[in-house]
């Protein structure tokens, strides 16, 4: 079975803290993602990769950056933490699109961030 | 812009009822998928689709290409079907949410 695996499952910082958020996939997927969802608006991408060292911004990058080292881990990284970061996070990956075993996501248990 | 538009957002339902939950989509895509999640956040896949219809014991998923539509029936309710349901399609390297329907089955 494919795992993806979130480190933190509840966390609390405080304003200005740098967070970090690890993801792990066990399944060699290209593409991993990041998504924040928030009552009423679904989830919303932050970023996503390809591959290992390449990323792109999603729809709300803004006060997020990402890390991807190597292909089975994606961190995301909060420079400074604002109250309006609170939110649960959710990683994800999949193979590449061209792939038709790419239509499959699957998805970490995801991170429940407060920012106080 | 919502790619992806889902109705309704809450849904009430009495054990037993039959319930549907719609979808729309305007992109073009691989596959749709029929999305569950329980409080506490995990995700799980229920049915990815590219063409007609599927069916897993209570919970049936069709899709019309032409029209861009897809509905989840869950038949005979039951309240451990109470979660959020999110329909999400494949188009090209990205997938699409929307912002899910909330089901709650009441004994």
């Known amino acids: 079975d494919v795992k993806v695996t979130q480190s933190s499952r509840y966390l609390v910082k405080r304003t200005g803290e740098k967070v970090f958020l690890e993801c792990v996939q066990d399944?060699?997927?290209?593409?991993m993602f990041w998504y924040r969802q928030d009552p009423g608006l679904g989830l919303r991408l932050i970023y996503f990769s390809y591959d290992v060292k390449m990323k792109e911004k999603g729809d709300i990058p803004e006060g997020y950056s990402v890390s991807r080292e190597k292909k089975e881990r994606f961190s995301l990284i909060l420079e400074s933490a604002s109250t309006n970061q609170t939110s649960m996070y959710l990683c994800a990956s999949s193979l590449p699109g061209g792939d038709p075993s790419g239509n499959t996501i699957y998805f970490g248990e995801g991170s429940w961030l407060t920012v106080v | 812009k919502n790619e992806v538009e889902q109705s309704p957002q809450n849904l009430t339902a009495q054990e037993g009822e039959f319930i549907t939950i719609n979808c729309s989509y305007s992109v073009g895509i691989s596959a749709l998928h029929w999305l569950q999640q329980h409080p506490g956040g995990g995700i799980v896949s229920l049915f990815m689709?590219?063409?007609g219809k599927k069916k897993h014991g209570r919970l049936i998923a069709t899709i019309n290409i032409q029209e861009k539509h897809s509905s989840l029936h869950i038949t005979a309710s039951h309240p451990r079907d109470s979660a959020v349901y999110i329909c999400a399609v494949k188009g090209g390297n990205q997938f699409y949410f929307g912002t899910g329907t909330s089901l709650t089955v009441i004994p």
């Open positions: 689709l590219s063409s």
């Open positions: 399944m060699d997927h290209e593409n």
